[in-house]
DNA sequence: TCTGGGGTCCTCGCACCA
DNA sequence: TCTGTGGTGCGAGGACCC
């Protein structure tokens, strides 16, 4: 028996859990994001249906501009307790199939099986989560990185321009790709179509003239790690041959820290505004770190101005600490390091946690 | 498309020290 | 004592992901 990677994707998630329980919304364009009021500024989509996607409407798009592509859309706020409670319902789901299961944020995971026959794995664990009224796609891979993309060319909206012809028929929502077929279906892809490769560094890769994944597959490793660094440069080569992790977690890792922040809906030009916020924030994470027990190690404040330069000034603790009042202190003491001459869009705090 | 919030990991420059 | 060098820790920033 072969080892098989499934990773399942649940379909327009929040969306779907809003369905659950309003189904007079299923089929409808529902945008999912901010307090659900699509004139509020600087708040955007978290998840918008496939009808609304018809539109023109992403994630990550300003809530007003959805708005003006959708004008019929219907807004609805973020409920992330009902985000976390159904993602909990899927995964106690899937780790009832015969296999190990990595949880990968709220929507995602990777099941790792031994079977001649993932297909239809695949096709057992859609019926499952049909039966909790939710829908979602799998990939099947040999690793999480061909996993992970086959789950795009199973997705119902076809999210790549260019489905591979396997894929045209699969309605199923379930799709294989594996070192067999990596080169005919990703060699002609942009780079940036590898999980893990975004606009930036694809953008370096283009300069190099590396502009698809089979450019990337026959690019010179020692030029790849000239531009990106030791680590990174071999790295990208190895993702462009399809080479991926087989590892699969159960046990969540420990986090490595916590963090709040914030984007006004007006800019912030007094500092003694700017520093009421950032001690608002800290007060908020460190008591949430103190809660459940975590000791704080590091203390970082970040600054967005209107001009959307982030900045960020760090402190390592002489002690590491869970008091929530030398937390707020030590943010307060990072926050006048910074010149305050701009007006500032965000701020947020963070803390690193103490390994035990 | 005037660009959220919460994460993780990597790189690079600098200071310090042996 | 002065200078060079290499390791290491820290701070800042970049990039990616959902």
Known sequence: ?????????????????EFRRRPELRGLPVIVGGHGDPDEPRKVVTCASYPARAFGVRAGMPLRTARSKCPEGVFLPLDQEAYADASDEVMTLLRTFPGRVEVWGWDE????VDTDDPERIAQDVRGAVAGLALGCSIGIGDNKLTAKLATGFAKPTGKSSAVPEAALGAASGIFRLTAADWTEVMAPRPTDALWGIGGRIAARLAALGIRT??????????????????????????????KGDTDVTVDPRPPVGRSKSETFPRDLTDPSDIRAQV??????????????????????????TSSFATHSKQEKLPEPTIDV????????RIIDRFELNRPVRLVGVRLEFVRR
């Open 109 to 112: 995971a990777f099941l790792a």
């Open 279 to 304: 001690a608002r924030l800290a007060a908020d994470v460190a008591t949430e770190v103190a809660a459940e027990g975590r000791i704080a190690g590091r203390v970082s404040v970040t600054v967005r």
């Open 1 to 17: 028996m072969a080892r098989w990677l499934l990773h399942v994707d649940l379909d327009q998630f929040q969306a779907a859990v």
């Open 325 to 332: 009042s030398r937390i707020v202190q030590i943010a307060l």
């Open 213 to 242: 994944v089979g450019d990337l597959m026959a690019a010179d490793p020692r030029r790849l790690a000239a531009e990106f660094g030791p680590n990174t440069g071999p790295y990208l080569r190895v993702l462009g041959h399809g």
